[in-house]
């Protein structure tokens, strides 16, 4: 029994680096004008694939994987002259066109998996695609202070894509 145990736990040793590079969580935080904005995200790895690339117009990606990304702010949000209240909202990724991206924020938190959100957005922020000058084999999110807004940049494979929020 000791050594069933022994050789069980000597296994799950070798398989936590393997585990790691499958994901894990990821924390994006900034401080702007006193305000605090957090993003907690899930990474995934690429493995090969080119997931933005194979993305249709259309699409909708809870951003990460395992629970939603979750944005946290305190902060009273301005995104194309619409106010969003301090609090918790998941961020959803939505395809518009061949290279038009929109991030949306929802008030509904604790989501896992599917089914996407599709609807009941409280804002909607155009996202740029650019090719990023190296790859990301995991996916990275980044909130970032640019002259008073958040700046949030999202890095995936050679795609990258980038937003900004308004802050009150």
Same mark, same amino acid.
């Given at each position: 029994?000791?050594?069933?145990?022994?050789? !069980?736990? $000597?296994? #799950? =040793?070798? /398989?936590?680096?393997?585990?790691?590079?499958?994901?894990?969580?990821?924390? @994006?935080?900034? %401080?702007?004008?006193?305000?605090?904005?957090?993003?907690?995200?899930?990474?995934?790895?690429?493995?090969?694939?080119?997931?933005?690339?194979?993305?249709?117009?259309?699409?909708?990606?809870?951003?990460?994987?395992?629970?939603?990304?979750?944005?946290? !702010?305190? $902060?009273? #949000? =301005?995104? /194309?002259?619409?106010?969003?209240?301090?609090?918790?909202?998941?961020?959803? @990724?939505?395809? %518009?066109?061949?290279?038009?991206?929109?991030?949306?924020?929802?008030?509904?938190?604790?989501?896992?998996?599917?089914?996407?959100?599709?609807?009941?957005?409280?804002?909607?922020?155009?996202?740029?695609?650019?090719?990023?000058?190296?790859?990301?084999?995991?996916?990275?999110?980044?909130?970032?202070?640019?002259?008073?807004?958040?700046?949030?940049?999202?890095?995936?494979?050679?795609?990258?894509?980038?937003?900004?929020?308004?802050?009150?």
């Amino acid at each position: 029994m000791k050594l069933k145990l022994i050789v !069980t736990f $000597a296994l #799950l =040793l070798a /398989a936590l680096p393997a585990i790691a590079e499958q994901g894990g969580r990821g924390k @994006a935080e900034a %401080t702007i004008k006193g305000k605090k904005i957090s993003i907690d995200y899930g990474r995934p790895v690429l493995q090969g694939r080119d997931m933005i690339g194979m993305a249709k117009p259309g699409m909708v990606w809870r951003l990460g994987m395992d629970e939603a990304t979750q944005l946290e !702010t305190t $902060a009273t #949000l =301005l995104v /194309a002259g619409k106010e969003v209240k301090p609090g918790k909202y998941t961020l959803w @990724a939505k395809k %518009t066109g061949e290279t038009q991206w929109i991030l949306g924020l929802h008030p509904q938190t604790g989501v896992w998996g599917a089914p996407e959100l599709t609807s009941g957005y409280v804002a909607e922020i155009p996202l740029k695609l650019e090719k990023a000058t190296s790859s990301a084999e995991q996916l990275s999110i980044n909130v970032a202070d640019r002259a008073g807004e958040a700046a949030i940049t999202i890095r995936w494979g050679t795609a990258q894509l980038t937003g900004s929020l308004g802050i009150r």
